[in-house]
């Protein structure tokens, strides 16, 4: 059950930061860093947040956590605790 | 809607031959820029005010014709060791106001807005072009947003004036200069725009600033200069969430289309 919930996760995530971002399948693997190696900068962060609070329906822009994230993994780990949190 | 197919990315461009014309055409141009430049920094404070009082017009518009005017002076400087091809950069194929997304490879990409037949429109840019202390008054004068100071939210804000003023707004979608000619990953924020305010993208293509001067390069070489107007695409039937992405996957579907036909 922990799995199906972490792939569920996984697949929301990589299906909506590839297409808002044209990212290649191949290159989101959880250890990717979000800037130096999927290529995301300032501009884009704005927008992954609205485009994960879509994709979760629940609101992250407030939070500090999500500033402290560098790589996939450290977003699947963010959203899973969210997510958590609010059942 | 649509699906769309990922677009086909342009091989890269050719290598540059740089002979004795680029040197010769480097000699000559340089200077002749940075005296355009003096001269067009010089008079500004003195043709814009008459400008003013002359036609009425508000500041802003005066300095967005002067601006094209400026780019209008380039062309001609290079005109003797660059061609120009204009190809369907007929007014009517500018809805106003519209949003102008090009492709980007060289700096010089921005001047060659001196031949699109209108003068009313204004830039989205990052933060790097107003670091250039003598271009960067003008730009504000112009009213050309600073996306990446201002902020995605103020900044989309500022462009909604513009576009409600009926200024056309331009972007680079790729946000840096191609280094291998091929397109990049297009930012989303025209194509939001676009969407939220239902105004149409205009894709224009550039091809041969990258021979002209890539980024990196230090010396000119003569070239031909390419410059596409697509038609229009109405982003209504673009809607839902992901009405933007659809619409920039279009779009870029078809730049990538016409810059290998530009090939």
């Not at chain 1, 884009?44 to 402290?68: P, S, T, Y």
Request: overall charge neutral; hydrophobic content about 45%; proline content about 7%.
């Amino acid at each position: 059950m922990q799995q199906d919930i972490q792939k569920d996760i996984i697949d929301t995530v990589n299906t909506a930061l590839a297409e808002e971002f044209e990212l290649d399948a191949e290159a989101m693997k959880p250890e990717a860093h979000l800037f130096n190696e999927l290529g995301l900068d300032s501009l884009d962060a704005v927008d992954m947040v609205i485009v994960l609070e879509k994709a979760f329906g629940c609101k992250l822009r407030d939070e500090q956590a999500i500033r402290e994230i560098r790589t996939l993994g450290d977003l699947y780990a963010f959203i899973e605790t969210k997510r958590k949190e609010l059942e | 809607m649509t699906e769309v197919p990922p677009p086909e990315a342009a091989p890269p461009a050719a290598s540059r031959r740089l002979g004795p014309s680029a040197l010769v055409m480097s000699a000559v141009v340089y200077p002749l820029l940075i005296l355009q430049t003096l001269a067009f920094v010089l008079l500004a404070p003195i043709v814009l005010p008459l400008a003013r009082l002359a036609t009425g017009r508000p500041m802003d518009r005066i300095v967005r014709y002067f601006i094209r005017f400026y780019g209008q002076v380039w062309m001609v400087l290079i005109a003797p060791f660059t061609r120009f091809e204009k190809i369907d950069l007929a007014l009517d194929r500018f809805p106003q106001p519209c949003i102008i997304v090009l492709n980007h490879r060289s700096l010089f990409d921005i001047f060659c807005m001196g031949a699109l037949p209108f003068s009313n429109g204004g830039f989205a840019l990052r933060s790097w072009p107003f670091r250039m202390f003598w271009y960067a008054p003008f730009m504000r004068l112009a009213r050309y947003v600073d996306m990446e100071s201002l902020g995605r939210e103020e900044g989309l804000l500022r462009c909604r004036e513009l576009l409600a003023e009926g200024i056309s707004l331009m972007f680079f979608p790729e946000g840096h200069r191609s280094r291998d000619g091929r397109l990049g990953r297009f930012y989303s924020g025209a194509f939001k725009l676009a969407v939220e305010t239902n105004t149409p993208i205009v894709p224009v293509c550039i091809s041969g600033t990258d021979h002209l001067l890539p980024p990196g390069a230090l010396l000119m070489a003569p070239t031909t200069i390419r410059l596409q107007a697509l038609s229009a695409v109405d982003p209504s039937t673009f809607t839902g969430e992901s009405g933007h992405v659809a619409l920039r996957k279009t779009v870029k579907a078809a730049m990538a289309e016409a810059l290998e036909k530009q090939r």
